[in-house]
């Protein structure tokens, strides 16, 4: 074999080599996936064409006569190695980035799979119902707390419109609701409404609604809805008791409040009852600069009395007090004021007094004029002429007027809230006998005694006894007023010694004898 043949054999060897390299490479860059085939595709196939223009040509055949093209060849068999090479390891690299990259997809479809079994644990197991509905309103999807809370298998109301379950009352405010979720994408604010349960009672509900028709991965609405039933029931209970309370304010005279004690210790009103307006004729505001006990509200002479109080807030908590305001006429009016201060333990002081205002004006003039009768029985029973003494149902002593000290000797300080010292020994139980008759009603109208004196003496005396009454008609002792007989009886004794003596002086015949009459008519 001459050297010429060495050499086509060696070419040919080459191209071969060549051509079953580029068939491996292109076996491999198949197995990629299609996006990644697309880089190495287009330059093996240029090779591919290159490599059967060469052994077609004429220029190759020539070369075996031409020693320069033939080195030209070797060059561009070495330049095709260098490439195939780099093309090798481009498609090495390739294929550890999609192993990697395969491996990350399998861990992430992993914690998909995962994601979504919680999710739908946590839908099933979730006490507020998850829909998805769609634009026309049906239902897409319902989950399982669908059942639980309204009685309906998730898979029954599926295609169902959702509008055909809730209150006729209702339907108006849910339609606007789902018209604005149309028109809004995201989250609505909630909505109340009834829904009719499966056993055909009304459920209240409170949704709230996110728009996601231009999500590509739900294009629906979502609601998320739970029963508010007890809330609902709680807010009918608190609008009925304020409804209560409104009236209840706006009938009755008394009036309550609150103030906000700042640390500077000012008092600022922070609400007042409606019946505070008609009683001062004050609206609060026109209190909140200058406080409560500071303002012209109250009272010149009793404003001292409230301020010293103030001051004693740290040791007293609640308390009661009463005294006059002035209303926005300049009217007097009295008030009975019941308090109770709020203790921070953080701020350590008084940062809240709430209290209540009941009028007693009508109360306060009763008392008055209870004082000045009683004053004015006082003075009567303090300079009668007679013993009055007042006794409580046990029989101690509750009054001793001066004539009582006069008969008996006696001091009232000597007798009050003691048994009456003036009963004679043994003669207890026949006093304790004309007490009780006396608390049982009965009056004695007037009856002769004969009691003790201090001196150890008695004296005669006549006595009238009542029962004494409270304002409730209760029986709570008795009076007995006593007159000296001792004045009646000289008198009396007096008296038959002057008749006796008129009896010696007369014959005794006068005694049997009466003088004839002159019977004549007169003409």
């Given amino acids: 074999m001459t050297g010429d043949d060495h050499n086509y054999k060696f070419i040919f060897q080459m191209l071969e080599k060549t051509f079953q390299h580029l068939q491996a490479l292109q076996t491999q860059v198949n197995q990629l996936p299609p996006a990644q085939q697309g880089i190495l595709k287009k330059t093996l196939d240029n090779l591919f064409n290159s490599l059967q223009e060469l052994a077609v040509s004429d220029q190759f055949e020539s070369a075996t006569n031409n020693a320069a093209k ?39 479809n992993q914690a998909l799979t995962k994601s979504e079994a919680k999710l739908q644990k946590v839908l099933r197991n979730s006490p507020d119902i998850i829909s998805i509905l769609e634009s ?3 239902v897409r999807y319902h989950s399982a707390a669908v059942a639980r809370v309204l009685g309906y298998k ?31 994408p995201g989250i609505a604010k909630p909505i109340e409404y009834r829904v009719r349960h499966a056993d055909g009672y009304w ?7 996110n728009s996601l028709l231009f999500d590509s991965n739900v294009r629906g609405i979502v609601m998320n809805s739970q029963e508010i039933g007890e809330r609902k029931q709680a807010e009918l209970a608190i609008k009925e008791s304020e409804f209560h309370y409104k009236i209840m304010s706006q009938i009755t005279s ?15 009103c922070e609400w007042a009852t409606e019946a505070f307006g008609r009683c001062t004729g004050y609206l609060p505001e026109e209190l909140a600069a200058s406080g409560w006990w500071s303002s012209d ?20 908590r609640m308390g009661t007090n009463e005294y006059r305001i002035v209303n926005k006429k300049g009217e007097v009016r009295w008030v009975k004021d019941r308090w109770q201060a709020v203790w921070d333990k953080t701020e350590g002081r008084i940062v809240r007094l709430w209290g209540a205002c009941q009028k007693i004006s009508d109360r306060k003039q009763v008392e008055v004029q209870l004082q000045l009768a009683k004053e004015l029985l006082q003075a009567q029973i303090e300079s009668a002429p007679l013993a009055i003494i007042c006794t409580d149902t046990k029989g101690k002593v509750t009054v001793w007027n001066p004539m009582a000290e006069q008969i008996f000797g006696w001091s009232a300080t000597q007798v009050l809230e003691q048994i009456e010292p003036n009963i004679p020994e043994g003669k207890e139980q026949d006093f304790q006998a004309t007490l009780k008759s006396v608390l049982n009603g009965k009056a004695q109208n007037g009856c002769e005694v004969s009691l003790l004196k201090k001196d150890g003496g008695s004296i005669d005396l006549w006595l009238f006894a009542a029962p004494v009454q409270d304002a409730s008609g209760q029986t709570i002792g008795c009076i007995k007023i006593f007159s000296d007989l001792s004045e009646r009886k000289r008198i009396e004794s007096e008296r038959q010694k002057l008749v006796g003596l008129k009896n010696m002086e007369e014959p005794f015949w006068a005694r049997y004898i009466t003088p004839p009459t002159n019977t004549k008519k007169s003409k």
């Fill in 254 to 268: 008394d009036f309550a409040y609150s103030f906000r004690v700042t640390p500077d210790r000012k008092f600022v």
């Fill in 70 to 108: 033939l080195v030209e060849l070797e060059k561009s068999n070495r330049l095709l190695e260098r490439t195939s090479a780099q093309q090798a390891s481009q498609l090495r690299q390739l294929q550890e980035q999609f192993q990697k990259e395969l491996s990350q997809y399998r861990r992430e």
């Fill in 297 to 316: 509200l109250v009272h010149p002479d009793d404003k001292q009395m409230l301020i010293e109080q103030l001051q004693e807030f740290t040791s007293i």
């Fill in 203 to 209: 459920v209240y509900i409170e949704s709230i609604g």
């Fill in 136 to 138: 026309d309103g049906r």
């Fill in 154 to 184: 998730p898979e029954a109301r599926i295609g169902k419109v959702q509008g055909e379950l809730i209150h006729p009352d209702d339907l108006l405010a849910w339609q606007a609701y789902f018209g604005k979720l149309l028109e809004h």
